[in-house]
């Protein structure tokens, strides 16, 4: 179904909203008139940067289909301009977390693609390891705070990050990725309440991609106007083309600005769309060939380009130049990836549990003993005081029983049925 929203959208027009929340067209949601591009040099790299993400996609379904890639695989083909355009507006020590489509959100935070795609390899050189896979994509040196397959499962964890800045007195933001799905999840509504209550420097960037796995929005939400939704709990909302890379560098800009200095949360509500299905699994009934045909019109890279092409910023010659520097890093990160080893199986059970001295607390608690301790140290207390006792309770059960059997009665021998008129005889003898 081709929903009046997505035809405003395709049109290159947001929606229009009964209400602003910031007197900046920025703050807005880019509404009207289109951004300004701003310098040559950054305009290139926000090209490119998408490009390289598009390319990167690409060849991971390609993976996928050869059976390099494991696990589930959601490809982000189509929202390049909603994730560069959100991270360019970034600063470096700002907080990035995104959710299980978080491929591109990691190439865009500089995390280097041969490194993305050895953990869809499965592999050592991978950025978690290979432990984690495409939902699992983490780079703590680049503040990118990694995807998680579980939807919503991020919300509360951005709170938690802003509130860490806070704490600690910086002036740090953090930026928050999540799909429209996500919206109708209790994580929601609990972290914008908290979030407000406690004026946490966090963006929550919605991506509105028209449907939540196979179900439109229309079907899955009340509120359709996602950039109302936490408006009841505090924090107000915008809408941006997600399809334009200025317009949401510029909106999501001014949003951050608003966290950092006023130390407040706000919304983003990013029309984009996907071009491939929700998974690699994805049949994709629930929508037509000529509706995917209609957004792939507002293609973000492609539109980019014609502007600078049109502005002189870009020649044909240097768009061909980008398309091979692009192309020869990833296949570059294919070779990569096919060459790291795979994790030692004795590895298998590193890192489940933090232990030692790096966290004062403890993971478990041995109440064997009358003086509980750390589960950690089980395997030193077993052949203490906590043996000792086992072998104790044994002992005094053993004793315990031997006892009982002692102290139970005799059994009596089994005397057969009574004989007929017995009861009377019995009774005649004690009368006599």
Known sequence: MFTERAAWLCSGRVPEQTETTASTRAADGGRGTPPSLPDAETSLRL???????????????????????????HLGIGEEATIVGTVSAMRPDDYLIGTYRTHGHAIARGTDPQNVMAELFGRVDGTSGGRG??????????????????????????????????????????????????????????????AALWRLPVVFILENNLYGMGTSVERHSAVTDFSKKAEGLGVPGVRADGMDVLAMRETVAEHVRIAREERRPTMVEAFTYRYRGHSAADPELYRTKEEVAEWRKKDPIELFAARLEGEGMLRPDEREGMRERVDRRVREAVEFADNSPEPELASLYDNLYVVGDQVPGWYAVDERTPEPHRGEREREHAEGEVRKLAEAGAAYGGRAAETGREREEPAQPDEGPPEPGGAAREAEDADG
């Not at 996609?57 to 589930?72: V, W």
């Not at 705070?145 to 990050?161: D, K, R």
């Not at 704490?167 to 928050?176: A, L, P, Q």
């Open 47 to 73: 090209l490119e940067t998408m490009a390289l993400i598009r390319r990167f996609e690409e060849e991971a379904g390609r993976q996928y289909q050869r059976a390099k890639a494991g696990g589930f695989l």
């Open 133 to 194: 896979g495409s939902m699992h994509v983490f780079d703590g040196e680049r503040r990118f705070m990694g995807g998680y397959g579980i939807v919503g499962g991020n919300l509360p964890l951005a709170a938690g990050l802003a509130l860490s800045s806070d704490y600690r007195g910086s002036d740090e933001v953090t930026v928050c990725m999540f799909g429209d799905g996500a919206s109708n999840t209790g994580n929601f509504g609990e972290t914008m309440n908290l």
